[in-house]
């Protein structure tokens, strides 16, 4: 069974055809990213004016690069939450109205709980792809962690899940793009503190762990207000001296050092959870899904504490894409989930697990 997956909740517009749920026969990706660079985080509706222009395009480029036309697809899977409501909107209606033009059963997804579904593609002929070896076994532990979300969900098999914590606050990804931005670093933040965290000392600055209720719910506000006055403390400024010029004042071994520290803390609070939830569960697969999942570090302390080792998907498929959608889609269907009406489905940009 081949599936068309549909993604535009952010700022990347994807496509990508999937067959059985674990063979990617490819993926298409146009990015908007460099259009938000300027103003350090994504602007709804530049993002939606691109997936405009691009979203055709890109489904055109996935079936030509699958070697497939539209008699060849046997579904159609999108995103139909959480994101920014503009840009759902337009991948949405693409897909409804292809599904209605192509006469294709049409499947309507949860962005966060399709990252998971990414670590289920094992083959592929395309170049340049690290996949894992095995499909995850059920029961199956994952950490979901992108600019957005951070989320611990425990699924007994497909479709029946627990989610066990999830932030309180800011998410681990916006976290870092918030401390980044401090530092004057680039857009996206992950990346960047990753990179200048090379060259830091982790235990220069001492910043604390958030402790709640739920032992595997999160918090990184607390820690991201900490670094703010960590930082103002190192330039000798009060909290009222505007944070947008931090930036300048700080040498760049200081803002090696404080992204060093921000990453250890922020990576420890991930991996308390993880850890505490396997000793507690043991389950037969560990997943870490979502963008944060591309960071090295992480994958090394993850290495040192945990029983088991994780299989990670291609750092292409950590970040939204649409193979994880398109193979969602696929169990979905095999699954005998509710096809959606492509006549009156909706977006629903607070979608929840």
């Known amino acids: 069974m081949r599936v068309l997956g549909i993604e535009t909740s952010c700022d990347e517009s994807a496509a990508a055809v999937v067959e059985d749920g674990y063979k990617l026969l490819s993926s298409a ?23 405009l222009e691009v979203v055709l395009p890109v489904i055109d480029e996935a079936l030509k690069i699958a070697k497939v036309g539209w008699q060849d697809i046997d579904a159609i899977s999108v995103t139909r939450g959480p994101g920014l409501g503009g840009s759902l909107l337009i991948g949405l209606t693409t897909a409804r109205t292809l599904a209605i033009v192509k006469n294709k059963p049409l499947y309507g997804v949860n962005h966060v709980t399709a990252h998971v579904y990414a670590n289920f593609l094992t083959k592929t002929s395309l170049p340049g792809y690290k996949l894992p070896k095995n499909q995850p076994k059920f029961p199956l532990l994952a950490l979901i962690i992108s600019g957005g979300h951070s989320q611990l969900v425990l699924f007994a098999h497909h479709f029946k899940y627990t989610v066990l914590g999830q932030t309180v606050d800011d998410a681990v990804g916006e976290a870092f793009d918030k401390v980044a931005k401090l530092l004057g670093l680039p857009y996206p933040g992950g990346p960047s503190i990753s990179k200048a965290a090379i060259n830091g000392n982790p235990e220069t600055i001492k910043l604390p762990k958030a402790r709640l209720d739920n032992r595997y719910d999160f918090s990184f506000s607390g820690l991201k207000t900490a670094v703010l006055r960590a930082t103002q403390e190192l330039c000798g400024k009060t909290y009222d001296f505007p944070s947008t010029q931090l930036s300048s004042l700080l040498t760049n071994q200081q803002k090696a050092d404080i992204a060093a520290s921000f990453q250890r803390v922020a990576i420890e609070t991930l991996i308390r959870g993880v850890k505490q939830a396997v000793e507690e569960y043991s389950p037969a697969s560990i997943v870490i899904a979502g963008g944060v999942a591309a960071n090295q570090e992480l994958r090394r302390q993850l290495v040192k504490v945990l029983p088991q080792q994780i299989e990670y998907t291609d750092i292409k498929l950590c970040t939204d894409n649409a193979a994880m959608v398109a193979s969602l889609g696929y169990f979905m269907a095999k699954k005998n989930r509710p096809q959606a009406d492509p006549y009156t489905l909706e977006i629903d940009p607070g979608l929840r697990m």
């Open 29 to 51: 990706i146009s990015s908007s990213m460099d259009l938000h660079a300027a103003y350090g985080g994504v602007v709804p509706e530049i993002a939606a004016r691109s997936h």
